[in-house]
Structure formats: structure tokens, C-alpha cells
């Protein structure tokens, strides 16, 4: 995607140096753009865990580039193997909550035990770190691609009025490597010309919609308000929105859905309004081990800082603020789980499904060992 009319990806090998990933340190958006270096593992898990980045897909790639520093980093004797696992429990274990970050991990630790030498397996780890991030770029083009037809179709029963969608934290091409997922349908209608407006929830405690989402959308000027979490509910039942769009990070493969925390109660509006509801993201995101979200699903517990402080611009310097009294206790909650019964379909790379685990696994049928 473009920031001020250049390509970018949200994270990347430094040019010139196999040595270093450089990725988008999100912490500074909308008001800065900081470009952060990253030479060894301990360094990646942090940026995972204290969210420099964030996002189901590119936390993914983020994990599968980090195994590839690991790789550098470790003795290069019988103690290289040993190095790489304890790696990769580190990485694990920085957010529970995301599928896609022992998926990669796992995939890089199998793809690496093909390598012979030492020097096989560095070549292996970076080949691989580089096609986990490229798939996830075109899984996301896809999913726009798949998702476009449900927006053509809004907009020609409004004979080519605005399509209002709603969205839900971020998961545009930020939460990504390129395009997103509950995005990426959007920006493919807005280059089609169709004309489309989002409403933008702002996504407290961490307001990743007002920082991050509408600091995209307004890099690939694409209309959009941004609106109180709680403002949502009020919207649909005056008919302001069309449609809502939220991304997944984890889902089963049942069609339970755990995103930000907040998408569950736009889900519970949304079916109280008879507006359609979809979760778009890539398979990447579907844990194929699980059946009940709500019983299995991990959900994230962050501090409760996030909630009781708020940075922002003010007077050209970044500044943080308390808002609540000093000693008051903050829960922080960072997912919920949408059942699949409010979910009327989802949005994949290969197409859309029902939120059921017949429809899913006829969608992936390379999967039905294990439903």
C-alpha cells in the first residue's frame, strides 16, 4: 500500500543487508512514521509482544522472520538446534491469542529440519520467512478480490450511493503485510470507483481504528469518520450502515470468532439491525484444533495501563495522560469471541463461507481430518 504516494509493507529485509528486518513501528502512528531495525530475536519478541507491530498476519510473518534472525544469531556448532527451539518458545510466547504466530513458528521449524548443514538451514529459514510475508500479501489481495462483489452488490441497490461500512480495531494492510483483511475488500471497490465510506470505531483502550485504520484509509484516500466504540449500535438502527467488516484473530474452524475486544457487541447490533456481518481474513487465522471459542480460545489479559492512559499529540510533542484515578483498578480484556450464529459469512482467500464447519472445511476440504 502507499504512505504519501510510495509503496510500503509493513515489514521487510533491509535493502542491501540480509542481516536486518526493518517493519513500521506502529506505536508512533498517525503522527510519526518511524522505521525500526531488528537484528536478533529478543529484539522481534519484543516488538510482537509490546505491539511495535500488531495484527494476526503480521505478527505471523513477523514470527517467521524471527526465526530467521534466530538462525543468525545461533553457535554455529551442535548447540544451533537448541538455540532455534528455545527461539521459538520465545516468540510463542509473547501473544496467546493469535493463531497465526506458532503457525509461522511451527512452519519455519519444520521447513528448517530439511536442512542439512548449518548454512542450508539459514538459506531455508530465510526462504521461508520471505514466503510466509509474500503469502500473506496475496491471501489478503485475494480476500479483497472475493470480498468486492458484496460491496458492488450494496452499491447497486443504493444506485450508486455511498456504501457505509463499519470496521472494528485495525485490520487493514498495518495488522498485515499488504491490503488486509477487513480492508482489502474495501480498497479493491474504492479503485474500482465505486464510492464507499467506513466508519471508523476508534477501538479503546489502545484505539487502534482511530490511529491506525483511519491513518491508512486517509493515506489511500478512501472517505471515512471516525466514531466512539458505542457509537455503532446507534448508527444501525438509524440505517447508516450497510454492512460491517471486522478481521479474525483466531478463528475455529467451526466459524467462532475471536477478534479486538468490542467486535462482539457490533456483532450482536448488526444482527438486531439485519446487517450483514462478515469477519475476512485468511486461513492463516483458522485454527484448525479447535471447536468452541468460547471454551478454548485464549483470551489476551494486557495491562491495565492501557486503559488508564492515553498518549496523543499535544503541542508537536507526543504526550501520555491519566485518565482515570491514580489507584483504581483497569482490566484489560484484549479479545472477545463472536459465536458463528451472528456471523453471516466469512471471507477467505479462496472465497466466502458460511460460519459453520461444513461450510469452512468445503472451502478447505485438505482440512477435514481434522473436524
Known sequence: MNIQGQA?????????????????????LPHQLFIEDLETVDQM???????????????????????????????????????????????????PTAVNLAWAVDRQLNAIQQGQSIEEKIDIALFMATQIADEDAEHCRHIGEHGLPLIEAISRKKNGAPVNI????????????????????????????????????ETRPRNQGASLTAWELGQHGVPHTIIADNTGGHLMQHG????????????????????????????????????????????????????????????????????????????????????????????????DVTPARLITGIITERGICKANRESILDLFPEKKQHG
Open 166 to 201: 463499519l470496521t472494528h480495531c485495525n485490520a487493514g494492510w498495518l495488522a498485515f503485510v499488504d491490503y488486509g483483511s477487513a480492508t482489502s475488500s474495501i480498497y479493491a471497490a474504492h479503485d474500482k470507483g465505486i464510492a464507499v465510506h467506513v466508519w471508523v470505531d
Open 240 to 335: 447508516m450502515v450497510d454492512m460491517v467488516i471486522v478481521g479474525s484473530d483466531r478463528t475455529t474452524y467451526t466459524g467462532d470468532v475471536a477478534n479486538k475486544i468490542g467486535t462482539y457487541l457490533k456483532a450482536l447490533a448488526a444482527h438486531d439491525n439485519n446487517i450483514p456481518f462478515y469477519a475476512a481474513l485468511p486461513s492463516s487465522s483458522i485454527d484448525w484444533q479447535m471447536e468452541d471459542g468460547l471454551k478454548e480460545i485464549v483470551i489476551e489479559e494486557r495491562h491495565g495501563d492501557e486503559v488508564k492512559y492515553m498518549e496523543g499529540l499535544c503541542e508537536s510533542e507526543i504526550k501520555k495522560v491519566l485518565l482515570t484515578p491514580l489507584n483504581s483498578n483497569a482490566a484489560n480484556y484484549a479479545f
Open 8 to 28: 510500503f509493507r509493513t515489514i521487510w529485509l533491509k535493502p542491501g543487508d540480509l542481516t536486518r528486518i526493518q517493519i513500521i513501528d506502529q506505536r508512533h
Open 45 to 95: 519478541a519484543t516488538a510482537i509482544k509490546d505491539m511495535h507491530l500488531r495484527g494476526a498476519g503480521l505478527i505471523g510473518a513477523a514470527a517467521g522472520f524471527g526465526i530467521y534472525l534466530a538462525t543468525l544469531e545461533a553457535p554455529k556448532n551442535d548447540f544451533f538446534e537448541t538455540f532455534i527451539f528455545q527461539a521459538a518458545e520465545k516468540l510463542k510466547s509473547t501473544r
